[in-house]
């Protein structure tokens, strides 16, 4: 069973662009935010001129987006998670209790429980993704990482735009957060990107022209935006589309090692599921039979764990850590993680049996697809 090989045409399409530096590798954390030692270390540990920049993606530690997603994380926790449970396929409650504020100064704890109790007012009863305010939101402090304030007092191009009193909540948080966490979270996050870095030197063009073959569409000109962030939500990763902007966690235990890299590209694979969810609804429709729910993205995690484990079977990838391996090899992610229950488990036979030989190159997207919505 050879890996899936994708044509020459899409893998110059992504080599293509040579950026300038500072849009280069992984891009530095806000500036104007982060204290002294850390913006040392980001020289330290940031790729350096003389390697070569990372392809596919552009990684960022942004202090505004990391605080903002921490106070969504604490005004969850504070709401004992009841009304907070989180739901849905592949959802991780929390492990953790809200932050300690044992011996901080009097000023600092009101700042940030205010913050807090902002958060838990409203957003953090949010999905992150599913809902218009929080995308904005993340997209608009991902835009602010170098800012040192999202009010414009510095320069017109801080002014962040969002809700006065959101601004108010983070400028109020972002002291207490600097002094507290953010170097701690920002380690983490450069340390995550440090792990995956060689494995998407080393595979990531590879994937992306292999994904986009077999979605049928181009994979993006552009390198995609990644936020690698300390706390990302129920599910450890978010994708939202327009603009293209991956969040993803360098705290979530799920995202270690080879698995980390794989939920890059099953994030990254949203962007081009446009043709399989057409397929399926024509397929489906076609047949007058009702499409099942989520098939579509159990189709995704599927597809780019059995990539991912040919590219570690074969050699290209390696299993650094000790969650990777199985007797078998590499457990792709959905199968690791349990994903793969209920209706999930049917999907899963009927992928090995009838997109599994698409995959191999024996049959064509469209006769795979036609099998799927036949045998559904
Ligand atoms: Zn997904």
Redesign the pocket.
């Known amino acids: 069973m050879a890996p899936f090989r994708g044509n020459n045409l899409l893998r110059i399409f992504v080599t293509l662009p040579l950026l300038p530096l500072a849009a280069a590798g992984w891009a530095a954390s806000s500036a104007g935010a982060a204290p002294a030692h850390s913006a040392n270390q980001a020289t330290t540990t940031q790729t350096s001129g003389t390697e070569s920049p990372l392809p596919v993606f552009e990684m960022h530690s942004g202090f505004w987006v990391n605080l903002h997603h921490f106070l969504y994380l604490q005004a969850r926790l504070l709401k004992g998670n009841s009304s907070s449970k989180e739901a849905g396929r592949g959802a991780a409650q929390p492990d953790e209790l809200p932050v300690s504020l044992i011996d901080f100064p009097e000023a600092d704890i009101r700042a940030w429980q205010d913050a807090v109790a902002f958060y838990s007012k409203d957003l953090a009863g949010r999905d992150l993704l599913l809902n218009g305010d929080m995308e904005i939101i993340n997209n608009q402090l991902s835009a602010m990482e170098t800012c040192p304030d999202l009010e414009g007092k510095t320069t017109q191009l801080c002014k962040s735009g969002l809700r006065q009193d959101l601004v108010e909540a983070l400028e109020r948080a972002a002291p207490v957060y600097r002094a507290h966490w953010w170097a701690q979270q920002d380690r983490a996050n450069r340390e995550w990107i440090a792990q995956v870095a060689p494995m998407i030197q080393k595979m990531g063009v590879e994937l992306s022209g292999q994904l986009a073959d077999v979605y049928q569409r181009p994979w993006p000109s552009e390198r995609l935006r990644v936020d690698v962030v300390w706390y990302g939500g129920p599910f450890g990763a978010y994708t939202s589309l327009d603009p293209i902007h991956v969040t993803i966690s360098s705290h979530d235990p799920r995202n270690r090692g080879v698995y980390g890299f794989e939920v890059l590209f099953?994030?990254s694979s949203?962007i081009l599921a446009g043709a399989v969810t057409a397929a399926i609804a024509r397929e489906f429709r076609a047949r007058d039979k009702p499409i099942p729910r989520d098939f579509w993205?159990a189709l995704?995690f599927y597809t780019t764990g059995e990539i991912v484990r040919r590219d570690v079977e074969y050699g290209s990838m390696t299993l650094t850590y000790e969650q990777s391996s199985g007797p078998s090899g590499y457990l792709p992610y959905a199968a690791r993680f349990g994903l793969y229950s209920g209706s999930w488990e049917r999907f899963r036979g009927l992928l090995d049996l009838y997109w599994l030989p698409y995959l191999d190159g024996r049959v064509s997207f469209d006769t795979a697809m036609a099998r799927l919505a036949d045998a559904l």
């Open positions: 099953h994030e949203h993205h995704l």
